[in-house]
């Protein structure tokens, strides 16, 4: 199986930038669409931005589209999630998952790491 661990969250005053890092260690990391996650105090955890197997299809949230960008390196077995024009309502831990389905229904990720917190302060 595949290993998980995220890394680069933080505090963050409201219109700034985060990048998230995914670390993969196990079995071929190429092997899976990976995706990110999140979920804030009292709320269902929600799917934030996916990505195929070589990185050519991706897709997102309404929520975060146009200042969230996903992306991948296959060479390194780590999945990015560059954040930007940040707002108080993306405070959340943020997950990433691998799938074998690319999907955005958290039910298809069958492994997922231990999470990040991120706040964005006003």
């Known amino acids: 199986q595949v290993q998980l661990v995220e890394s680069g969250g933080g505090m963050v005053q409201a219109g700034g930038s985060l990048r998230l890092s995914c670390a993969a260690s196990g079995r071929t990391f190429s092997n899976y669409a990976m995706g990110w996650f999140r979920q804030a105090p009292g709320k269902e955890r929600e799917f934030v931005a996916g990505i195929g197997w070589s990185g050519d299809f991706t897709m997102y949230a309404d929520s975060v589209k146009g200042r969230f960008s996903i992306s991948r390196d296959n060479a390194k077995s780590t999945v990015y999630l560059q954040m930007n024009s940040l707002k108080p309502e993306d405070t959340a831990v943020y997950y990433c998952?691998?799938?074998?389905?690319?999907?955005?229904?958290?039910?298809?990720?069958?492994?997922w790491g231990q999470g990040t917190q991120v706040t964005v302060s006003s």
């Open positions: 998952a691998a799938t074998s389905r690319f999907r955005r229904d958290s039910e298809a990720y069958d492994l």
